[in-house]
């Protein structure tokens, strides 16, 4: 499986209009759209699992197209860890 990282989504794309573009490339097995903690608000960014041959061509054809007038980011996700850097500090409950 592999995940795919997609960015600069409108704030009102829901899990099944994401579920469904990315369809068009191959089963998707799970997305994520990703909400603000405390506001419970959409933070325009998901995560989509696929096969990897499939999140491959998802990615190629989706990358830089245009979804409720935004320009989506799309490239596989990258763990925590391969980021870089850390948050340091403390966690603010």
Do not use: C, W
Not at 8 to 15: A, E, G, I, W, Y
Not at 28 to 45: A, L, Q
């Amino acid at each position: 499986m592999k995940t795919i990282y997609v960015g600069n989504l409108p704030f009102s794309s829901t899990q099944a209009e994401i579920s469904d573009l990315f369809g068009r490339y191959g089963t998707v097995h799970s997305v994520n759209v990703i909400n603000d903690k405390e506001t419970g608000r959409p933070r325009g960014f998901a995560f989509v699992e696929m096969d990897p041959e499939e999140a491959v061509k998802a990615i190629d054809a989706l990358n830089g197209t245009e979804l409720g007038g935004r320009s989506l980011r799309v490239n596989e996700a990258r763990s925590r860890e391969d980021r870089g850097g850390s948050r340091g500090g403390y966690r603010r409950d």
